[in-house]
């Protein structure tokens, strides 16, 4: 059974331009979440993807969207890149139906805007 | 708001004596409480949860937390700690009306032999 997939595992970017991240969730879940981890950091919550819609939403700027595709899987897009968005942005699915529904993560893609 | 302070940077301790990891937590309604592992270059495992029931937690690889609603605390802990458990410790909260997931800033395990 397939965990949560992340790709690309690294990624390089220059400051300014545009970046698309991919996540194939668990096996039966149908719910996607994105995190982003700064260096020394925990994870910050960036928004969550249920049924093709973004129905929660953290404290980051527009600059950041989503995708949910029918399949379950999602993109996470970043526009007009900027330095401090250097970190581990984390994938985590999780199953709607499942009482309490905890989350499973992936292993991450590593950015590193120059 | 929701938030989670895990106090110690740093928790060091020798092989095969016990370990605790603190945590404490502020939500508005009931918590749900995570303990997540995250070893280099990996992304976060699932160790235990706490939802509701027995404050005593059991949960992966012989790890456990206790859950104390008057202190809004949720430490891990495990008996006999081995030099693999070396690792960054996130715990982590959320209430029963969202679905963020919000986390510690980690707190480093080492093991030592």
């Known amino acids: 059974d397939a965990g949560v997939t992340q790709s690309p595992t690294h990624l390089i970017k220059t400051r300014g331009q545009q970046v698309t991240l991919r996540c194939s969730p668990k096996s039966g879940h149908d719910t996607v979440s994105w995190y982003q981890q700064a260096l020394g950091q925990g994870p910050q919550f960036i928004f969550q993807y249920y049924e093709e819609e973004e129905r929660q939403r953290g404290n980051f700027p527009d600059r950041f969207s989503g995708h949910q595709f029918p399949n379950y899987s999602s993109e996470l897009n970043v526009n007009a890149l900027l330095l401090g968005d250097s970190a581990l942005y984390l994938c985590?699915?999780?199953?709607?139906?499942?009482?309490?529904?905890?989350?499973?993560f992936g292993p991450g893609t590593r950015l590193t805007v120059l | 708001a929701q938030s989670v302070a895990q106090p110690e940077d740093q928790v060091n301790v020798a092989e095969g004596n016990p370990l605790t990891v603190k945590c404490t937590y502020s939500?508005?309604?009931?918590?749900?409480l995570f303990w997540y592992v995250q070893y280099p270059n990996r992304g976060l495992q699932f160790l235990l949860k706490?939802?509701?029931?027995?404050?005593l937690v059991k949960g992966s690889y012989g790890f456990e937390a206790e859950f104390n609603k008057s202190q809004t605390s949720f430490h891990l802990k495990k008996p006999s700690a081995l030099v693999s458990d070396s690792a960054l410790y996130f715990c982590a909260v959320r209430d029963d009306t969202g679905y963020a997931l919000n986390f510690g800033k980690g707190t480093s395990l080492l093991v030592t032999p």
């Open positions: 985590a699915s999780s199953f709607q139906g499942a009482r309490y529904n905890e989350q499973f």
């Open positions: 706490y939802i509701t029931g027995d404050n």
């Open positions: 939500v508005s309604g009931n918590p749900y």
